[in-house]
């Protein structure tokens, strides 16, 4: 299994992003899917998931700013990010959970991890 996460980059504040997550090995709609991030000495934590059966959640800070969504056909999941923070600015990876846990907050459910890309939004 291969997770890979790409799209990352340096972008003002309120500007937008979409970071990609292309997944071999797997099948995205069969598994829970989510995006984590990681910011300087801070712990991981999660930002949303696409449950295997595409219902989503969201962390309070980005409902409303970022949206998770994947593609069957190609088996990439995104996560589009707009209205960018400077407090957004982190490491964001993509993870894969094969047995659909309900703790989907739980880093530790995660089975299989993308190697992370690095989002950076300037004041």
């Known amino acids: 299994v291969q997770l890979q996460a790409s799209g990352g980059g340096v972008v003002q504040a309120g500007g937008s992003l979409r970071l990609s997550c292309a997944a071999s090995?797997?099948?995205?709609?069969?598994?829970?899917m989510a995006w984590f991030r990681q910011a300087p000495g801070k712990e991981r934590e999660v930002v949303a998931v696409?449950?295997?059966?595409?219902?989503?959640y969201y962390q309070d800070s980005v409902k409303g700013r970022f949206t998770a969504s994947r593609d069957t056909a190609k088996n990439t999941m995104y996560l589009q990010m707009n209205s960018l923070k400077p407090e957004d600015t982190a490491v964001y990876y993509c993870?894969?959970?094969?047995?659909?846990?309900?703790?989907?907050?739980?880093?530790?459910?995660?089975?299989?991890w993308g190697q992370g890309t690095l989002v950076t939004v300037s004041s």
């Open positions: 993870a894969a959970d094969r047995d659909r846990s309900v703790s989907i907050l739980n880093s530790n459910t995660y089975d299989y």
């Open positions: 696409i449950r295997w059966s595409g219902s989503t």
């Open positions: 090995g797997l099948i995205l709609n069969k598994n829970n």
